[in-house]
Every structure is written in C-alpha cells, then in structure tokens.
C-alpha cells in the first residue's frame, strides 16, 4: 500500500527513534546498518550491502537514464561529558525528539529513506534514484561512502542529508588539515638560548591569525585557516626542539586543496604537511533544476563551512536536510518532531518538481 507523505514522516519518525537507540560510534555501525537494511526490506526494497553501507536502486532502474543519488550517514560522533539526558533513550519533549544523532544526520537519513521508498515503484522517472546510507562519515573512514562509490554507477547528481533546515546548501566548504612543526634549539632551561622553539611560535602563529587568501566567494566566502591545536615540551626544564601545531583549513570554491596547498608550503614560516587534499569543496550552479526546484518552494540558497559526504563525489551535489547545523554535535542533541515530517514533504515536492 502506497503511503501518503504525513505517514510516511510517522515511518521515519519512528525508524529514528530505533536508530537513536542503537549505539553507532564510527566503525561501530552494524547494528544500525542491519535496522535499515530490514526496514527498507520491509517496504518492498531489493537492498545492498558493502560493509555497514546500506544502498539500494529505485525499482524500475534504467541504465539509459542519469543518476540521481540521495546519501546521508547512520554513525555518530561520541557523546561529550556534558549531557543531562541519556544519548541513547529516544524520548520527546516539547516537540524535540532528542537523542545523540537525532540532528546529526538521523533526520535527514530517516526523511530520505521514506523519501526514497515513496519514489521507489515509480516507472515514470527522468532520473533513476540511488539511496545510499553510509557509514564512518564522522570519521572519513576507508569503509565510508568512499569505498561505495567505486561499485556504483556513475552519479550526475546527488542530495546529501545533512541539517540545513531545508534550506538549499548550493555549496559547501573543503577541508585541508595541515600538521606544522616550529622548529628550535633544544636545551637546559636554566641556560641561554636565542633559539627557543616554542618562543619562535608566536611570530607563526601571528602570521596564520592575520594570513588572508585573497580569493572570496561570492556563496562561500573567504578561506578560514585556524591553529586547533599546539603541543610542545616535557618537563619544566628542558628548551623542547621543536612545537607542533594543527591547522584547520577550509576551502572555498575559488581554489584546489592542491592550491592551497602550494601557496602555504611556499609562504608559510614553519614546515607543514597536509593529512590529505581529498576532501575538496563542493558545488551546484543555482541554475540547475535541482535548485529551482526548491527554489520556487520558498526555499533559500547559501553556502555551508561545515563538512560532509559531499566531499568525497565528484558530481554536482546539494547539501540538504531537516535540523539546525549548530545542534550537530552538542550535548542534549535533539531534532524537532515537525522538523522530521518537514523533511519528508519538502524532500519529495522538490523530488516532484525535479523529476
């Protein structure tokens, strides 16, 4: 029996009060790979399984036809120390259902998946559509969406579920992780040194504060290169060789990591290396019928700094989801009940007016 799309919110309303339930730390995830696998079962749903990805094809697929791939993720991060409430108890109060990964990404997984199962028999598609519910997205891990993508077909269009409060993310910033080193003479406290290491690294950490990329985007704004983290020393009376720093560096639409890249490694006053120039930005013209789509639903464009499985495609992709980035990762996480059911219905009219 096919569902209308306030049912439909209740079927993902409650896969993820379950979901919340289920443990799900990165590389962790089988439990909550299993429950979505047998509740896409459940609806009808040929599904497939590579690791603790979960992905299925609409029904009807046509190899003649473009892909469109709707993907979000089923791990989460850990709790931090400062929750009130039992992560793992799905509960409402007030309208919000809270629980550790309600907002981040389980209302925008669960408001795809019925999504997906609304479209699923449909014969009458311009694109066919692909669901992928991915693991070790918080961790960019090897078993992540990136192992998946290698075993599709190729993708000319994806929505990612993430929380944007079903707003039009029509770009998101990259990532670039450089780990630096300030380098000094090592020696006993109580002795003269003009070479302190550690006292060599206020002059580079001034240059990263003040450092400015002169390319601005118009939907991304400028790049943001931050020091996280500095780590120096032992002992109280030893002058440590060398300071090490960690800097976190997001990337706008108008450079490559591979730029960015090359420009630190030949101005920056201190030895960098970067963890990896994989996790580049990501884009979608605000022409694309996709976005028109939402658009002419009231729904607004903008640019997100914050990270996701866009990263890792390379086709044109639009970030999008029920839920409010900054709850993402917080203590007392909590999605709001109509946030979910918005989900779904905004999802399949934009889907309606695409396809």
Request: proline share 5%.
């Amino acid at each position: 029996m096919k569902l209308d799309k306030k049912a439909l919110g209740t079927e993902a309303l409650e896969l993820l009060k379950q979901l919340i339930a289920i443990p799900s730390f990165s590389e962790e995830e089988d439990e909550t790979a299993t429950l979505i696998d047998n509740w896409l079962k459940g609806h009808g749903v040929a599904t497939k399984r590579q690791y603790n990805n979960i992905y299925a094809f609409n029904k009807y697929y046509d190899e003649n036809k473009p892909n469109l791939l709707l993907n979000s993720h089923h791990d989460t991060v850990k709790p931090n120390k400062a929750y009130t409430k039992d992560p793992f108890h799905p509960h409402i109060e007030d309208g919000k259902l809270y629980g550790l990964g309600s907002n981040d990404a389980g209302g925008a997984l669960c408001s795809l998946l019925a999504t997906f199962v609304h479209f699923y028999e449909r014969e009458d598609l311009s694109y066919n559509i692909i669901m992928s519910a991915t693991a070790e997205e918080e961790d960019a891990g090897d078993k992540s969406i990136s192992a998946l993508l290698p075993i599709l077909p190729e993708i000319d269009v994806a929505i990612v579920g993430e929380p944007t409060q079903m707003q039009l993310a029509i770009a998101e910033k990259g990532l670039v992780v450089f780990e630096g080193t300030v380098e000094g003479t090592p020696s006993h406290a109580a002795h003269p040194n003009d070479n302190n290491a550690i006292y060599n690294t206020i002059q580079v950490l001034e240059w990263f504060k003040n450092y400015q990329f002169e390319k601005v985007s118009d939907v991304l704004g400028p790049v943001k290169m931050t020091v996280t983290q500095i780590k120096a020393g032992s002992q109280h009376n030893v002058v440590p060789a060398q300071v090490d720093l960690v800097i976190d560096t997001r990337v706008n639409d108008c450079y490559t990591n591979e730029e960015i890249n090359e420009m630190l490694q030949r101005e920056a006053p201190c030895k960098l290396r970067p963890r990896s120039l994989n996790l580049s930005s990501s884009s979608i013209p605000i022409e694309h019928p996709l976005v028109q789509s939402g658009i002419a639903l009231g729904r607004e464009t903008y640019g997100s700094p914050t990270l996701s499985d866009q990263a890792e495609l390379s086709c044109q992709s639009l970030k999008l989801g029920p839920g409010y980035s900054p709850r993402s990762h917080s203590a007392d996480e909590f999605i709001y009940v109509d946030e979910v059911y918005e989900g779904v219905q905004l999802y399949i009219d934009i889907l309606e007016g695409f396809l």
